[in-house]
């Protein structure tokens, strides 16, 4: 059985940071890519960051340069930092992994969300 566990939300004011950890746990074979996601109210959920085993990133546009994906595949945890946080970044934020839970085996898990609340 695979879970992943999301730490870190909260609410901040407008200008702050906080920092997300998601730790993949269980037993597995390989985690390989992983990444943010967030959904805000009445809206679809949307892809944040992603990064693969071998530390490649990929962040979209309207939080590069404020946002940064990191990975410690020793933990099978990743982490993201998020500085200069707006409004508009109040979300549930989701994590996901894709793992092999054998060798021959891989599907995507998720995380149970972790609520990040900017006030302005």
């Known amino acids: 059985q695979v879970s992943l566990v999301e730490s870190g939300g909260g609410l901040v004011e407008a200008g702050g940071s906080l920092r997300l950890s998601c730790a993949v746990s269980g037993s597995f074979f390989r985690v390989n890519d992983m990444g943010w996601y967030r959904q805000a109210p009445r809206k679809e959920r949307e892809l944040v960051a992603t990064i693969t085993s071998g530390g490649v990133t990929n962040i979209v546009d309207s939080v590069k340069g404020r946002f940064t994906i990191s990975r410690d595949n020793a933990k099978n945890t990743i982490y993201l930092q998020m500085n200069t946080l707006k409004p508009e970044d109040t979300a549930v934020y989701y994590c996901?992994?894709?793992?092999?839970?054998?060798?021959?085996?891989?599907?995507?898990?998720w995380g149970q969300g972790t609520q990040v609340t900017v006030s302005s």
């Open positions: 996901n992994a894709r793992v092999h839970y054998n060798p021959y085996s891989v599907r995507d898990y």
